[in-house]
């Protein structure tokens, strides 16, 4: 008692203060050019003009408490999918439900596993939830599965994997998840995140969803902000075996999806022509960004997903981060790796076929080559 008399303002729990901030891509550059943001894998084609139309209609109900459990989006989820509504989560982007998860799951004692380079939302939520996240090494900036069963101790109790992962572009095929979810005890929970699985057309790919419904230990979460292009109304969702689902609501807010990006889900999730028209677009720039970049002498990461990293070999005299200034006085805003223990490395977004043109010319001048664009 003497001793907590001594402390002279609230402290938090352990591992908050451990805690990196998660910084986004940044959105400004020089002051008066025009920007072309590039950073953040967001889509160039924007929402579905359905969704829009949908997000302008909820106006009239912003007085309102939206559906606490969502029902509306998770039937327009399962419908389009062939899922069962009541093993759906909604949440306020995929983020939330990674925070619900690791509060959950993880406690004080307890460790997560998570990739060298893999999305730096997972050791934050794992440490906010006061437990221990155990970085593991990949394998030419892909997940190791061996790599990551061998990290598992007793105090392992969630294994994160994005899949496809960002920042790197690559992806686990269906065969090797399913061998890491074989490898692991019953009792650890396996988040598959599929963020990006929308852009993903390789035949032995799989988001997680067969997995899910044939294990009791496997949680995929998918997002809006990406391929559907609603990133600024936080939309999320997650499909779990039905044990997972009863806990994640048991903690979750009552209202945690707004109207208006339940709505906008609603006809996200319907247009399918529009989904399939910003897959066509990245396919096409994904591939052409890649081939003239790396025509310029730049090496190109391979990636599955609406981004790719361009590493600047120190042997050339000129860094990431020179090339990242001299974008950004041209208005081109690529992602830094820093954070993500890739220094050599600039993240670039597909974009629109305008900033495409232009990202390769700017790097062309940087290398003081001339660019076919």
């Given at each position: 008692m003497a001793s907590e008399n001594m402390v002279k303002r609230p402290e938090p729990q352990r591992g908050v203060l451990e805690i990196e901030p998660y910084v986004g891509g940044r959105a400004s550059a020089e002051p008066g050019t025009r920007i072309f943001k590039l950073s953040a894998n967001e889509t160039p084609l924007g929402p579905s003009p359905r969704a829009k139309e949908a997000?302008?209609?909820?106006?009239?109900?912003?007085?309102?408490?939206?559906?606490?459990?969502?029902?509306?989006?998770?039937?327009?989820?399962?419908?389009?999918?062939?899922?069962?509504?009541?093993?759906?989560?909604?949440?306020?982007?995929?983020?939330?439900?990674?925070?619900?998860?690791?509060?959950?799951?993880?406690?004080e004692g307890d460790e997560a596993i998570t990739t060298e380079h893999g999305f730096l939302v997972y050791p934050i939520v794992t440490k906010a939830a006061g437990a221990t996240c155990v970085t593991v090494k990949e394998t030419a900036l892909h997940a190791d599965v061996d790599a990551i069963?061998?990290?598992?101790?007793?105090?392992?109790?969630?294994?994160?994997?994005?899949?496809?992962?960002?920042?790197?572009?690559?992806?686990?095929?269906?065969?090797?998840?399913?061998?890491?979810?074989?490898?692991?005890?019953?009792?650890?929970?396996?988040?598959?995140?599929?963020?990006?699985?929308?852009?993903?057309?390789r035949n032995d790919y799989e988001a997680g969803i067969e997995l899910v419904a044939t294990s009791e230990n496997v949680v995929m979460t998918r997002t809006f902000s990406k391929i559907y292009g609603l990133a600024a109304l936080r939309l999320g969702w997650m499909y779990a075996p039905a044990h997972i689902v009863d806990v994640v609501n048991r903690i979750r807010g009552p209202f945690n999806v707004s109207i208006p990006a339940i709505e906008a889900?609603?006809?996200?999730?319907?247009?399918?022509?529009?989904?399939?028209?910003?897959?066509?677009?990245?396919?096409?720039?994904?591939?052409?960004?890649?081939?003239?970049?790396s025509k310029l002498g730049y090496e190109i990461v391979p990636s599955v997903g609406n981004f790719f990293l361009i590493r600047f070999p120190k042997e050339q005299g000129k860094t990431a981060k020179d090339a990242d200034a001299f974008l950004m006085k041209r208005g081109l805003i690529l992602r830094q790796m820093s954070s993500y223990g890739l220094p050599d490395c600039l993240r670039l977004s597909v974009g629109s076929e305008e900033a495409n043109r232009l990202v390769v010319k700017a790097l062309a001048e940087f290398a003081d080559v001339k660019a076919a664009v």
């Open positions: 997000f302008a209609a909820a106006a009239d109900k912003l007085h309102l408490y939206p559906d606490g459990g969502a029902l509306g989006l998770r039937e327009a989820i399962a419908a389009r999918y062939g899922l069962n509504a009541d093993r759906i989560v909604c949440g306020a982007g995929s983020d939330e439900l990674l925070h619900l998860l690791a509060q959950a799951y993880l406690g069963l061998d990290a598992v101790t007793p105090k392992t109790k969630i294994v994160f994997l994005a899949n496809p992962n960002n920042p790197t572009g690559s992806y686990l095929p269906a065969d090797e998840v399913r061998r890491l979810q074989q490898g692991l005890r019953p009792g650890i929970l396996l988040i598959l995140d599929a963020a990006y699985s929308e852009y993903v057309s889900g609603i006809a996200a999730m319907a247009d399918t022509d529009h989904v399939e028209a910003a897959r066509q677009h990245n396919d096409k720039w994904l591939g052409w960004l890649s081939e003239e970049i």
